[in-house]
């Protein structure tokens, strides 16, 4: 497999992500441990561009993503949890 992708983000990130593929791997091995097949996270590896780098920004965003999802800012759009439970328990 000769990569044809360049990876953008950070050392620790790449280990982190070879450590996934492997505890995620579907390869098949043959006898003398050749691999005879390549699964999808292996060639994702090494093929695609978009989903690496969509990993990377993935990984990034979800600390602030998971952070605004509680956030209370005070606009009519939101709703506290304490709303929200009592909205999802009055409509039941
Ligand atoms: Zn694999």
Request: overall charge negative.
């Amino acid at each position: 497999m000769t990569p044809n992708v360049t990876w953008n983000g950070t050392q620790q990130e790449s280990f982190d992500l070879v450590s996934a593929v492997a505890h995620n791997c579907a390869c098949e091995f043959g006898l003398m441990g050749v691999r005879v097949a390549t699964c999808t996270a292996h060639q994702m590896l090494v093929e695609d561009q978009r989903a690496l780098n969509g990993l990377i920004f993935a990984r990034r965003i979800a600390k602030r993503l998971q952070s605004e999802e509680w956030e209370q800012v005070g606009d009519a759009s939101t709703i506290s949890m304490r709303d929200f439970r009592a909205a999802v328990s009055s409509a039941a």
